[in-house]
């Protein structure tokens, strides 16, 4: 794929090229070790590292051109182009190389605190058909059609987004479902691109050492429905259940096709008359096409809403109700989401992603009403983030748990002894917490102590497979920590 560079920056503001503005750009490029002879290398400002620092390394590998804020006097045989927004600017160029390849799938793009996973792996299973195959971008993997790579981020940069679409079309893609995270609106990831579906699931307390504090959190999640990313969606699909979905409502533009979902009497698509088991729930859905019963295997009140989500997304894309709603108990779940560790013993164990005081408080609360025992958990906060949060989520264990470990999540490259320290602020039972620095140890002490009848939820890390831990990646995975430890316990009642 071969673009001229000119045609690549027009309509960019506030743009200055230096040098040779037909040169034949053949890649982009942000990280100068993956440079190929033809490419443009765009040097990104980052919160830890400058793209600007490794120009002379992407000239090196073969760039030929530079795009930057920053002046260039190094080779004069490189073209520079000086631009006032690089990440904007980016995105500008991302969709252009590409041919702009979100406008050719019908595009789907879920955000909020809780639920981003759920509802965008539900929403994709519930649109695949088998003439109308769903990518999907997100936190656990990044699904192009016909293969699947590891996730990086949440919502990737938009360079990456824009190859990947392209992929998606290339492997026979209709559709793209996307996780937006604040992140990725803040630092312009998701810019110009053309939603066909704008979702918006819940705001709750969580990464405010990046947006401060809930108002400025707010204000950058509705960016992503009001233009201000460049494009509007079609159909802005809301959760008027969360106050902030309320405030979200009114600043909606004209134009915009508006589906409100939740319990609330005034949802476009609600649901009532729930009930919930430890294999599942049903409840009543009502949408202006009429009414259906709705069963799902998955578990707690969060998923009712996870769920009215995913089916107004199906709806707003032309599906039938009845078919959806008969497609979702077919749905087994997310990877960490709730995951079940079943090998035959007589008490629950669960891995699931929780890692907000919200998260873990609706989690618990739904797995106390359908616990016959004793509900233990075993959880963490992470390193190097919002440090306000972590006296909230011990409050939150400590309010539904009859006992918990507080252990290491990903400590990253901060002191565990000062991530307990704010820990233990939340601490108002002693009795029923024990603070162990090892996280296999603490899933250990767990289910040591569980017997029949008992669940243990291991919060926090999910899908993840590894602890970040003082600039080092160490394998470990929750789910295949707890299995290994329950075959060493002789605690299972099936063949492994």
Known sequence: MNKILKELVQDIADVKVVGESMQVITSLALDSRKVLSGALFIAIPGQKDDGVRYIDEAIKGGAVAVMTC????????????????????????????????????????VTGTNGKTTVATLSQFLLNKDNYSVGMLGTVHYDLGRRTLPSTKTTPESLDIQAMFDQMLQDGCKAAVIEVSSHGIALKRVHFMAFDIAVFLNLTQDHL?????????????????????????????????????VRLLKKIPLGVKIITFGTSDNALIRAVDIEFTDKGLTFNLYWPGGELVI????????????????????????????????????????????????????????????????????????LRSITLGRLFVVFGCGGDRDSRKRSLMTAAVQKWADFAWATADNPRNEDLENIFKDMREGVAFPEKILFVPERRRAIDRALEEARKGDCVLIAGKGHETYQEVAYRVIPFDDCQVARELLILKNKVNVCV
């Open 70 to 109: 920053c002046s260039y006097e190094g080779a004069r045989d490189v073209t520079i182009i000086q631009v006032k927004d690089v990440r904007s600017a980016m995105a500008h160029v991302a969709r252009r190389f590409y041919d702009f390849p979100d406008e050719k799938l019908d595009l789907i793009g």
């Open 209 to 245: 050492d990046f947006h401060w504090d809930m108002e400025t959190y707010f204000q950058v999640k509705a960016q992503f429905f009001t233009g201000e990313i460049g494009n509007i969606p079609k159909i802005a699909i809301i959760n008027i259940d969360d106050p902030y979905g």
């Open 295 to 366: 069963e799902s295997t998955l578990l707690g009140s969060y998923n009712v809403s996870n769920i009215l989500a995913a089916l107004a997304i199906g709806w707003a894309s032309g599906r039938n109700m009845q078919d959806l709603a008969s497609k979702l108990i077919n749905f087994q779940g997310v990877r960490g989401r709730m995951e079940k560790v079943d090998l035959g013993q007589d008490f629950s164990v669960l891995v699931d992603y929780a890692h907000t005081d919200d998260a873990l408080f609706n989690a618990l609360k739904m």
